[in-house]
């Protein structure tokens, strides 16, 4: 079996993560043929659009990518290649996992969780109304007739949170954790405040759960959550949040399994996948060699196990474990003090080497 997948290298130090992990999947010995579409700041200049259309019909066609990150330029009204490519191919489910391995710099041991955050609703979903403007007034007027009186000087960022998109991500995190042997899936809320739109995903939660008896069920408030999170990680599996608390938490837990140099992640739709570090484009970094590309290997390991290239993704995942925990072929981030390191292609150079005897 070939597989065809679109390989966007991304910028700033994009093009180096991605190189080295293309390198260790080649390595595995599952044969790829990377259609490469290029996205950011590079095409930006050339194209006169950083997420030219040809990315996102490659994507639709091959249906599993591999991607650096982008750089999303401040202030400039672009908008970000991310977002856009998320909506427009409705990749509605953020797959995180945060597993930690001897050897990542971390106070934590035997951490291992997957953070399922929704992608497309909540607070993130960018209906905003800005201060001052007559649609916000028109809001506020309407709130302060059946609610009571709120601030004209007000702006407002609307929370949706359907039955539909609740529904399909925490099933999607059921169905992730049947498929990969997990045992319990908990859905992170504050329905005790939010009763319409948190409220509502916690009873599809609960009503989807009932579908899974073979899977335990619980659930968590957010503030609990986060203390709970650095006090004990070990106890939790599964977690499965609408987009705002998804976006931190997942932040967190990457926190406690050594940093975003080691952290993977996916995004993913109904047949479609892209696989992609949890870091940014890190500029100041840019050609430099230096960066750590373990983030994005261990986002090629996810890819491998979408295609259900197992024991390719078992041995890449060995092999990155083998030389973490050895600690000599590692980047600076990767030590406790920060200096010190090899270069991006020699992390390359060692998990192949691994790959070679596993
Ligand atoms: P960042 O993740 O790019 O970098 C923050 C810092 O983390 C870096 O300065 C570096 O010290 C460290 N770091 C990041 N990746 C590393 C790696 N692989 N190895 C070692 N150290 C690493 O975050 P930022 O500076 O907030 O964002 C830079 C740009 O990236 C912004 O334009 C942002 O919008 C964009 N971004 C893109 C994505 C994506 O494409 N998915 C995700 C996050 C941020």
Request: charged share 25%; proline share 5%.
């Amino acid at each position: 079996m070939v597989y065809t997948v679109t390989l966007i290298p991304g910028d700033g130090i994009g093009p180096d993560v991605t190189a080295a992990a293309r390198r260790v999947l080649e390595a595995t010995g599952v044969k790829f043929v990377w259609e490469v579409a290029e996205a950011g700041a590079g095409v930006m200049a050339a194209q006169g659009t950083p997420l030219p259309d040809s990315v996102i019909e490659s994507v639709r066609k091959n249906k599993v990518a591999l991607k650096g990150p982008v750089t999303t330029p401040v202030g400039t009204g672009f908008r970000s290649v991310n977002v856009a490519l998320r909506k427009s191919l409705d990749l509605y489910a953020c797959l995180r996992p945060c597993k930690t391995y001897p050897g990542v710099p971390s106070l934590y041991k035997n951490v291992d969780i997957v953070v399922v955050r929704e992608n497309t609703e909540d607070l993130y979903a960018g209906i905003e109304f800005e201060r001052g403007t007559p649609e916000a007034a028109r809001i506020l007027k309407l709130i302060t007739e059946t609610r009571g009186k709120v601030r004209e000087d007000s702006g407002i960022s609307l929370k949706i949170i359907s039955d539909f998109g609740s529904r399909r991500i925490v099933k999607f995190a059921f169905d992730y954790a049947r498929q990969n042997n997990r045992k319990k899936v908990t859905a992170v809320h504050k329905a005790n405040i939010m009763k319409f739109s948190d409220g509502l995903f916690l009873s599809v939660a609960r009503e989807v759960a009932k579908g899974y008896p073979d899977i335990e069920f619980n659930d968590v408030i957010i503030d609990n959550l986060c203390m709970q999170l650095v006090r004990n990680p070990q106890q939790f599996d599964i977690l499965v949040l609408p987009n705002l608390y998804g976006d931190i938490v997942s932040d967190l837990c990457a926190g406690l399994v050594g940093g975003l140099g080691v952290a993977p992640g996916a995004n993913l739709g109904e047949g479609l996948a892209i696989f992609e570090p949890t870091h940014g484009s890190a500029p100041k970094y840019t050609g430099q060699n230096k960066v750590n590309p373990m983030a994005t290997m261990f986002s090629g390991m996810l890819m491998l196990r979408y295609l259900k290239e197992f024991s390719a993704a078992d041995r890449l995942e060995k092999s990155l474990a083998a030389v973490i925990s050895e600690g000599r072929s590692v980047t600076y981030d990767m030590k406790m003090d920060k200096s010190g390191g090899v270069g991006t292609s020699q992390v390359a150079d060692a998990v192949i080497e691994k790959l070679i005897h596993h």
